[in-house]
């Protein structure tokens, strides 16, 4: 183990189990080039361990199994491949706590969260496992009554699953749980800070059955090059990409040439809305959690709180209170509730955006004190008397900062709230149902919690509109994005 001199038995455990190889045709192997690359602990900035770096010629060889393993993935009776899927979650829930603590290493959020966010993941394969044998099609008779029109639902074949380092393993596993269910195979790229969960899981899915070929993994430190030659080759049939807007425009053009199916989850701006009749000290919590769930970096984090004047006070006052209580530090600690961010320019970011407000007339109304550590650390703040222009709410942080900004009127706030080229998630905070429901209609996003700070259920559509990407994951409808509609015109004399 590289450079580390702390580790307790039970991560250095973890840590050796994981593989570090590149999954390729059921087997762990190295990359071609034989190169590695370093998987750093955010909490102190060391590296854990080396993992293969896959080079193009390795990610080729990964679709050329996938290719290979396509045909007979697909003829799989739906129930074998549902209970592979549902395998997959019985194996993931006995193991929670160790993909978790993998997962804090890796990642830096509290532990508790860990095992949150690995129930979850589980919960995509539960969910897809029953979706599998759900596909279904249609017998119709065609309106002149001389033809019957059929129509099938068949796996869009080879996908391409490109994921982040901030939920690294439910991001993989909405995505993988509806291709399997499918019938389609894959090969996933996950980033690079965060590959060893994906490692886990895919070690797991092996376990549980998956013919080899069917899943390959790329983890690499070329990703633009890698992903790229996969876009290029006219094998390919899907790329379905969560990460940042930036990124997710470029793989779009790329993608055209090819007309390759795209499923785009990207970046958010969530305004987290507070309006006068609200149960204050339940929005309060609920803020919490949309705020500082996964170190204040999730898409669907509350990015501005918009409160209306009458309440601002006391809203704010509470809330710097609650901030008050967190324990900042390593997330394997379990007294901490806030762990380090995945890295300096992350921290470099945030500040540079508080700064800015500052500069603006914004205070810090409350900083959480920071631990003594070579770590990235941020501090958590509430941020009061924010411009609505200011770049702290225009941006996407990605980061325990709450700037608070005051409203007077609901047509302000919509006004506000819309001007975002994101269209993610909302919050609003109301006991007014005939408002909840037509700021609801109003509000340009995917996803609206009514009285509610989390989101995510793999039971429930998740997605955004306008620069947070197209496409839907979980729910009934997630499948879809990985089959296509065959229509049968059956004559009938
Ligand atoms: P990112 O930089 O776009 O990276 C996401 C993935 O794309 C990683 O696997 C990354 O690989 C890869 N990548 C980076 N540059 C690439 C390129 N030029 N060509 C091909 N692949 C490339 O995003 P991130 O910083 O990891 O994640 C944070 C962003 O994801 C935020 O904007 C967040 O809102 C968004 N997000 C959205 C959702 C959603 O469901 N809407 C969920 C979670 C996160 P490497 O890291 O290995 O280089």
Redesign the pocket.
Known sequence: MPNITSLTESEAAVLSAVPKGLLRNGAWVDSSTGMTLGVDDPSTGEVLVEVADASVEDARAALDAAVAAQPAWAATPPRERGEILRRTYELMTERNEELALLMTLEMGKPIAESRSEVAYAADFFRWFSEEAVRLDGSWSTAPDGKSRIITMKQPVGPCLL??????PLA?GARKIGPAFAAGCTVVV?????TPLSMHAIAAILTEAGLPDGVLGTVT??K??SV??SLIEDPRLRKLS????????Q??AEQSAKGLIRLSL????NAPFIVFEDADIDHAVDQAMLAKLRNNGE??TAANRFYVHESVLDEFSTKFAARFEKLVVGRGTDAAVTLGPLIDQAAVDKVEELVAAAVAEGATVVYETPLPKSTGYFSAARVVTGVSPTSRLVTD?I?GPVAPIVGFSTEDELLGWANASDYG?AAYIFTRDLDRAVRVSEKLEVGMVGVNRGVLSNPAAP???VKS??YGR?GAHVGIDEYVETKYLSLNVG
């Open positions: 490109v994921t982040p380092w901030n939920f991001m790229k996950a980033a690079k800070q690499t430190s990703a633009s992903v790229s990409f969560t990460g940042s807007t930036e990124v997710g470029s793989l989850e990207l970046g958010g999730a898409c996407e990605f993610l998740f997605g955004g947070s990407g994951e």
